[in-house]
């Protein structure tokens, strides 16, 4: 339970970075049209590269802070496959809904705002 607790606040200060990603895929999804079953995979590879960038971009700008989550038991290693895990099934729910469903652009600029106001809520309470 501690690990877990540990990863999720890792990945908190990662959460924005990849939730913008994540719904650029989905806006891409969605003005594809026709093409949108050809084009999953492409979104694929790009939210997978992206994640893995940004997980480094933490790892170098937060080098001292993995020593905490090292001397907790959590290896860079756990932090990286349970953050792309986590990330990759945001991703996943998010694809499903837009290619079942079908999200219009103002209820993703609705999730959208709320996501970085919850942000910027829970940044300012540190």
Same mark, same amino acid.
């Given at each position: ?20 990603? *994540?719904? %650029? ?6 003005? %594809?049209?026709?093409?949108? @079953? ?32 090292? %001397?907790?038991?959590? *290896? ?8 792309? @895990? ?13 290619? %079942? @469903? ?21 940044? @300012?309470?540190?």
């Amino acid at each position: 339970m501690r690990a877990l607790k540990l990863i999720i606040r890792f990945y908190f200060g990662l959460f924005l970075a990849d939730f913008l990603i *994540s719904l %650029s895929c989905v806006f891409l999804l969605e003005h %594809s049209g026709k093409e949108a @079953a050809e084009l999953i995979g492409t979104l694929f590879w790009y939210k997978l590269i992206t994640s893995v960038l940004i997980f480094y971009g933490a790892l170098f700008y937060k080098k001292n802070e993995l020593y905490y989550y090292q %001397s907790l038991g959590v *290896s860079q290693i756990k932090l990286l496959v349970s953050t792309l @895990a986590i990330d990759v099934l945001i991703w996943l729910v998010l694809i499903i809904i837009q290619m %079942s @469903a079908g999200i219009p652009g103002y209820i993703l600029n609705l999730i959208l705002g709320f996501v970085l106001l919850l942000h910027l809520y829970l940044y @300012a309470k540190k």
